[in-house]
Each structure stands twice: as C-alpha cells, then as structure tokens.
C-alpha cells in the first residue's frame, strides 16, 4: 500500500512537472507571438465593413512584419482596396482593429512622414506641376529628410519632368507620380494598391525593379493586386480575399509548392486516393490541365514513381512541381466553389 501510494505521488509529481512544463512552453509560445504581433508594420483583426445590407469586408485577419513584400491578392471587387482603406484610416470599419506600425488606425496622424500610400485612382492637383505636386505632398505627409524629388522621380522614370503639367500626364505617368510622391522621404511602411495598373510592359519592369530597390532599402511594402504573375516575382508573403473573406496567409513558398511536391495524372483517381500514406495530400492541379498535386514528404522521386504504379490507378504523368502563383490561387478558387457546392 505505502509503495503504491509512493508510485501514486511520484506519478502525481512528474505530472505536475509536466503540465508545468507545457504550461512554461506555451507561455513562452504565446509571448513570442504577442511580441512579434506588437513589432507588426501592419496588424488587422476580425476587420468588417458593411454598407447598407452589403458586407465588402468579412472578419479579415492580417499581420505584416517589417521587411515583408506582402501581397494582398484577388479579383477586382474581392475586397482588397476596402481592407486597406479601414487598415489606413480612410474608411471606418464596421467592427474589428486596425493598427500600422503599432498605432490604431484611427490616429494615424501619429505615424506622419512613416507611412507611404497610393490607391488605384492616384489623387493628384491636375492644373499643378509634377514639382508642384510631390511638394504638396512632402508637406501633408510630413516628410524630413531622406529621398528627395529629385530621386524619387528618378526612380520611377520622370526625372526632368519636373515642370510638366500633371494634367498633361498618361494613366501609367500619373501612377508614377503618385509612387513617387509615396516613397518620398523614404517611410518605413509603402502601401500600394494595383501598383502596376496602366503600366505598359516596360512600365511594368520597370515598377517591380523600383519595389526591388525599395526592399533592399529595408523599406516594408505592402502591394494588392490582380496581377499574380508579376506578383510572384517581388513578394515574400501573400493573403488571398475573395468575396471579402480571408482565404489564406502565409509565404510566397507556400503558395508555390515545397521539393517533395509533384504534378501527376492519373486514369483513377479513386484508387490513388486510396493507396495513399499517412503525410501525403492530393490537392487540384492547376485549373483546365487535368493534374493533381501531391505532396509526399521524405519519399524520393524513384522510390514514389515506383509506388504509384503499384496502385494501379493509372499513372500516366508525373513530374516535380512547384506551382505558379497564377495556378495556385486559381486551385484556391476552385477549392472554394467546391466546398461552396458541397454545402449546399
């Protein structure tokens, strides 16, 4: 009885050491994660924003830390430019918090001369110069120090158009104006909403050349866009909204497919789904090409080429994959209208 009641307490004790253990490790846990959330560049929670009966905006989750290329990326009307409005302070959300670089978004007067922005339609003075222009906004952004006019039109292809009307100015030029009016004095935080609409495809290269320069100035961007092919090439992090909820946050690399990713077809599908080991994952392969992506961690090419022919479901393509941004978000649309379709 006396070793019994001994084996309980020692039982008993190195539970207690246990649970504190735990209880230690997930404390830690959850003071990292506090403490990088509190280093965030921009940190948006359960955002909301309805108009009228219509909800643009539905419980969107978003954390960019500094040093990020982040991607907001969606359809026309999914929501991006709404996120972005309620994260700046232009527009009220309905419910939910909004914070840039550790300020609520309701005083973001508090970080003046730190953030730079430009929306789709750039607002610019028509009947004032470019000089005219990028001085006005220096002074309603608070600029001090750092890039001056003359780099920043530089940068974005207008040097020695500092006299021309911004009337007189192309969609693409006027884009370029307004960036270069955003990246003025060299803010921690740039925000551009479709940063390459109206561009011609060397305005195009010319722009991701432009964000390139600006990361490896240390500078934080956050870009939307539907534009994923040209997307793939400059970000390090993307969020997918469509219909205004979030689908998904995480690395570019986790949209593009790890070493252990494969692109295969096969005559029966059924059977593959069957045979399948524990860790492996069959996800839709790009939209119209009649693939399948799996994912089988550990497994070498030849050792799982020669296992999926032992299914006997008909393997007739198989090839290493990592996907293309485009294919990855087109496999998210699809998994949404299924799942749409199977809940009905």
Wanted: charge should be negative; include cysteine; proline fraction near 3%.
């Amino acid at each position: 009885m006396g070793r019994e009641s001994d084996t309980k307490a020692g039982d008993t004790g190195a539970a207690q050491e246990t649970y504190a253990a735990r209880d230690t490790d997930a404390a830690r846990d959850t003071d990292a994660a506090r403490g990088a959330e509190a280093g965030a560049a921009l940190r948006v929670r359960g955002l909301r924003k309805r108009y009228g009966a219509t909800e643009a905006v539905k419980g969107v989750d978003l954390t960019v830390q500094p040093g990020q290329v982040y991607g907001l990326l969606g359809p026309n009307g999914s929501g991006k430019t709404t996120t972005l409005s309620c994260a700046l302070g232009l527009l009220s959300p309905t419910s939910g918090t909004c914070e840039v670089l550790g300020v609520p978004s309701s005083a973001l007067h508090r970080t003046r001369g730190r953030v730079g922005c430009v929306f789709d339609v750039p607002a610019l003075l028509k009947g004032h110069t470019i000089a005219q222009n990028l001085a006005y906004q220096s002074r309603l952004r608070g600029h001090a120090g750092g890039r001056d006019m003359k780099d920043a039109l530089r940068r974005v292809g207008l040097e020695g158009f500092e006299r021309r009307s911004a009337g007189g100015l192309s969609l693409g030029q006027e884009k370029r104006l307004a960036i270069a009016g955003a990246i003025m004095g060299e803010p921690e935080l740039v925000v551009l909403d479709e940063p390459l609409s109206g561009l011609d495809p060397m305005g195009v290269r010319g722009m991701l050349e432009l964000l390139e320069e600006l990361v490896a100035g240390g500078q934080t961007l956050v870009l939307s866009s539907h534009r994923l092919h040209e997307m793939q090439e400059i970000l390090t992090h993307a969020a997918v909204i469509l219909d205004g909820e979030l689908v998904r946050e995480a690395p570019l690399d986790a949209y593009l497919g790890q070493d252990d990713t494969w692109t295969i077809a096969v005559r029966d599908e059924d059977a593959l789904r069957a045979s399948l080991d524990e860790g492996w994952s069959l996800k839709p392969g790009p939209v119209g090409e009649g693939t399948l992506l799996l994912e089988a961690p550990g497994v070498g090419g030849e050792e799982l080429l020669s296992r999926l022919a032992d299914t006997g479901a008909g393997l007739h393509h198989f090839t290493a994959a990592r996907m293309g941004l485009q294919a990855s978000f087109e496999a998210l649309v699809e998994e949404r209208r299924a799942a749409a379709g199977g809940s009905r």
